[in-house]
């Protein structure tokens, strides 16, 4: 079992920052695959940025080039940098985990493969 605490989330201007955390207790987290997802008004969850227990990462289109997706082992803690923020990135961001994993964007960035959830940390943009 896994329980997964996001932070970091609030409120910036347009081409603003934030750089999310999702602390892990209970298993190895370092051996899991990790992701971010989020959920926009009105909108489906979306796989926004996956990584691997070996580092290797994947973006959604919207995001690349902006978001950075990067792991802590030692910390237990996931992070995600959002640079260059759109009001389109206004949205609930969950971080999700599981304890299988493949090294395909597809699968990384589906919702369907992830067992583990956050509760969510919101974000909002302004223009």
């Known amino acids: 079992q896994v329980q997964l605490v996001e932070s970091g989330g609030g409120s910036v201007q347009s081409g603003g920052s934030l750089r999310l955390s999702c602390t892990a207790s209970?298993?190895?987290?370092?051996?899991?695959?990790k992701a971010w997802f989020r959920q926009g008004p009105g909108k489906e969850r979306e796989g926004v940025a996956g990584?691997?227990?070996?580092?290797?990462?994947f973006y959604a289109d919207s995001v690349k080039g902006r978001f950075t997706i990067s792991q802590d082992n030692a910390k237990n803690t996931l992070y995600l940098q959002m640079n260059s923020l759109k009001p389109e990135d206004t949205a609930m961001f969950f971080c999700?985990?599981?304890?299988?994993?493949?090294?395909?964007?597809?699968?990384?960035?589906?919702?369907?493969?992830?067992?583990?959830w956050g509760q969510g940390t919101q974000v909002t943009v302004s223009s």
């Open positions: 999700a985990a599981a304890p299988w994993c493949a090294h395909l964007s597809t699968y990384l960035l589906s919702n369907a493969n992830y067992n583990y």
């Open positions: 209970g298993d190895t987290f370092s051996s899991y695959c």
């Open positions: 990584i691997t227990p070996d580092g290797s990462t």
